[in-house]
C-alpha cells in the first residue's frame, strides 16, 4: 500500500508555496510637485476666481461696461462757427420746386485719345427753388384803402425766384471716367474746381428749369390767397391783388 503524501514532501497536487521574504521591497513615492508648480497653480485658481466674479458682477449689470479700446474713435476739431452777416428778410416764400438733373460732363483735348486724356462725370443732382415776393420795395401808393367800403388795393412786385440750393444728400455721381494721363494727375494734386463746376453746372440746369415751370403762376395765387385771408380777418370784404410786370 502507497503511502500517502504528507506536508512535508510536495506533490504535483500540492505545489511548494515559496517562503515570503521577511522583509518587503519599499513602494517608490511618487514625485511631489515643485514649490514654483505649486505658485502657479495658486495663481491660475485666483485669475479664473477673479474672472468669473467679474463676468458674473457684469452679468447683473454691476460693474460698469468698458469701451473696446481698439474701437475707432472720431475727434469733432471743428472751429466755433462765425456769424458773417445777418439780415432781416421781408419777402414771403409762396412757392417752391423740387428738380433733379443729369449732368453729364464731358472734357477731352483734340487729336489726343480719349484712354490719355479724358474727364467724364455723370451726376445727379437734386435741388430746391423758391419762388417768393418782395416787400421791402413797396411805395407808398401800392395800398390803397377805403375804409367804408372796407376795400384794399394792393399792388405788389412780380414774383422772383432763388438760385437752386442742392441737396447733396440726394446728389450723388453715377460715373467718373479719366483718362491715364488724368488718373496720374490726379494721384499728385487734386483739383476741386472740376467738383465745383459740376456743382455750378447743375445749379445751373435746375434754375433754369425753375423759370421755365409754373412756379411763378402758383406763387402769385399763393400769395393772392394769403392776403385776402389775413385781410379778411381784419374786417375788408374785398381784396384786389395785382402784380407788377417782370
Do not use: W
Not at 403762376?217 to 400769395?223: L, Q
Amino acid at each position: 500500500m502507497a503511502e500517502s503524501p504528507t506536508p512535508d514532501h510536495p506533490t504535483s497536487e500540492y505545489p511548494a508555496v515559496p517562503d515570503r521574504p521577511d522583509t518587503a521591497e519599499p513602494t517608490p513615492e511618487q514625485p511631489r510637485p515643485s514649490g514654483f508648480a505649486r505658485l502657479l497653480i495658486f495663481v491660475g485658481f485666483v485669475f479664473a476666481l477673479i474672472v468669473a466674479s467679474c463676468l458674473g458682477l457684469r452679468a447683473m449689470n454691476v460693474l460698469p461696461t468698458f469701451d473696446n479700446p481698439f474701437a475707432e474713435e472720431t475727434t469733432d476739431r471743428s472751429q466755433p462757427v462765425l456769424l458773417q452777416s445777418m439780415r432781416d428778410l421781408q419777402r414771403y416764400v409762396a412757392a417752391d420746386g423740387t428738380f433733379q438733373v443729369i449732368v453729364d460732363l464731358q472734357e477731352n483735348r483734340d487729336n489726343i485719345p480719349d484712354f490719355l486724356i479724358n474727364r467724364r462725370t455723370l451726376f445727379v443732382g437734386s435741388g430746391t427753388v423758391e419762388t417768393y415776393v418782395d416787400f421791402s420795395g413797396l411805395s407808398g401808393d401800392a395800398l390803397k384803402i377805403d375804409e367804408e367800403k372796407k376795400t384794399i388795393e394792393l399792388t405788389l412786385p412780380a414774383p422772383q425766384q432763388s438760385t437752386a440750393a442742392l441737396d447733396m444728400e440726394r446728389s450723388y455721381v453715377v460715373a467718373e471716367e479719366r483718362g491715364l494721363f488724368n488718373r496720374i494727375g490726379d494721384a499728385f494734386r487734386d483739383d476741386p474746381g472740376k467738383q465745383q463746376q459740376v456743382y455750378q453746372l447743375a445749379q445751373q440746369r435746375i434754375t433754369e428749369a425753375a423759370r421755365a415751370s409754373e412756379l411763378d403762376k402758383r406763387a402769385r395765387e399763393n400769395t393772392q390767397r394769403m392776403l385776402e385771408s389775413l385781410f379778411a380777418r381784419l374786417g375788408y370784404t374785398t381784396v384786389t391783388v395785382s402784380f407788377a410786370s417782370p
